[in-house]
């Protein structure tokens, strides 16, 4: 049986001219850029540089022009966003909508639903975020409670989101609900897009170690949602989530939350470093390079049109396993000069906090591995 099918990353076009066009902007918006937030910075926002990318043809790459998309290839994509993450962009005020609602609103969506949100995603103007997560029910997504009643004047929404990432931030919120009363399970679902802005829809903070208001609970007291806001079939919610969650596994946000970091080694330690610390960027550089290779090899076969589902829960599981050593194998390795450059310590000090998280958000390790296990004909 083959493991891991290896796929070619084959982007058309100049790959090289893409890749400088995304270093320039970046190199021509960083000034202002906190450092710390240059690490895991798929959670750090900025509006200007996202309505930049908007304006540069650099959101909604793949989706159709008539709704402010380029019809670029999936992997020119792949290349932009990898460049963006690598080089401490702050994008996540866009990434979840240009990443998984925008292109679950071209695949389910109805007309109107594309017209309404699709050309402000790829203006960088309209952000979305994802309702899945409930007090009871995270990695049993199935458990879901939350729930939706129809009745003629539309949906009335009961119950509660956890751990919403920007939905303080964002208009809407694709949300996984219980519609059919008496379901259960993965039955009886279906996905409403929510307007936050809603009577009824209450966002509250969670702040998270860092000290950062990054995520969110929502509540719904019968938030009364216009019927047209069902996306999808209704009771096809799983079938709709599991297609998002391979969208939202698959990229290369998966391996490179820490990678500020050994970018900050490098510049801090120069061009002769102690023999212990050149070891550790070397293990470290082979390891991202080989996570980078797989990620790859994942994005390539998602847009070849199969499903990478266990590739996807492979490189997530390596990749968050990598991002979060790499914080304390440079804690470890750092002698008294080095812990006292600053820079180097402040985001050492941030990425220790934030790491934890990593693995957790969208899918844990032991989740992870038992989709591994499944697909691996193993359970
Ligand atoms: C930074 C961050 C951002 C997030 N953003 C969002 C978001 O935008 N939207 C959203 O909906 N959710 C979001 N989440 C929530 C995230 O998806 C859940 O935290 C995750 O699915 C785990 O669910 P839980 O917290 O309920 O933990 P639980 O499901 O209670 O798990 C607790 C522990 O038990 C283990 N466990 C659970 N079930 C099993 C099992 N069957 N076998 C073995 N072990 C098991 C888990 O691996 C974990 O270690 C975010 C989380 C984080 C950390």
Redesign the pocket.
């Given at each position: 049986m083959q493991i891991f099918a290896i796929h070619p990353f084959d982007p058309p076009g100049d790959v090289p001219a893409l890749r400088a066009r995304v270093r320039a902007l970046i190199a021509g918006h960083e000034a202002g850029w906190p450092l710390e937030g240059r690490s895991n910075n798929w959670?750090t926002f900025d509006a200007a540089f996202s309505r930049v990318l908007g304006r540069e043809g650099l959101l909604g790459m793949t989706w159709p022009k008539r709704y402010g998309g380029h019809e670029r290839h999936p992997l020119e994509r792949y290349v932009v966003m990898e460049e963006l993450l690598a080089g401490g962009a702050p994008v996540g005020l866009h990434w979840?909508a240009d990443r998984q609602t925008g292109p679950l609103l071209l695949r389910y969506g109805t007309e109107n639903q594309r017209r309404k949100y699709l050309p402000g995603m790829a203006a960088g103007e309209i952000y979305a975020?994802?309702?899945?997560?409930?007090?009871?029910?995270?990695?049993?997504?199935a458990s879901v409670r939350t729930s939706a009643r129809k009745t003629p004047e539309g949906w009335r929404v009961n119950g509660q989101?956890?751990?919403?990432?920007?939905?303080h931030r964002s208009h809407a919120a694709l949300t996984l609900l219980r519609t059919e009363e008496g379901s259960q399970r993965n039955a009886g679902l279906s996905q409403l897009m929510i307007d936050l802005d809603t009577p009824g829809v209450t966002v509250r903070p969670i702040v998270?170690m860092t000290g950062t208001h990054?995520?969110n609970e929502i509540f719904f007291d019968d938030a009364l949602i216009p019927l047209d806001a069902l996306v999808g079939t209704e009771g096809e919610g799983w079938k709709q989530v599991t297609a998002e969650l391979a969208l939202e596994r698959s990229g290369p946000e998966r391996y490179l939350s820490s990678h500020a970091l050994l970018v900050a080694l490098i510049d801090a330690v120069g061009p002769d470093p102690a023999p212990a610390i050149a070891q550790l960027i070397g293990r470290l550089t082979a390891e991202m390079w080989t996570l980078r290779q797989m990620s790859m090899s994942t994005a390539a076969k998602l847009a070849a049109g199969d499903d990478p589902m266990v590739e996807a829960a492979i490189v997530k599981d390596l990749g968050n396993a990598f991002e979060q050593a790499m914080p304390r194998l440079v804690q470890a390795a750092l002698d008294a000069d080095l812990a006292a450059n600053s820079d180097l310590s402040r985001l050492l000090t941030w990425v220790l906090l934030a790491s934890p998280?990593?693995s957790?958000?969208?899918?844990?390790?032991?989740?992870l591995r038992?989709i591994i296990a499944k697909g691996l004909g193993l359970r």
């Open positions: 959670f979840i975020c994802i309702g899945l997560s409930e007090p009871n029910a995270g990695s049993d997504l989101k956890v751990w919403t990432s920007g939905a998270d990054h995520f998280s990593f957790l958000r969208g899918g844990t390790p032991e989740v038992g």
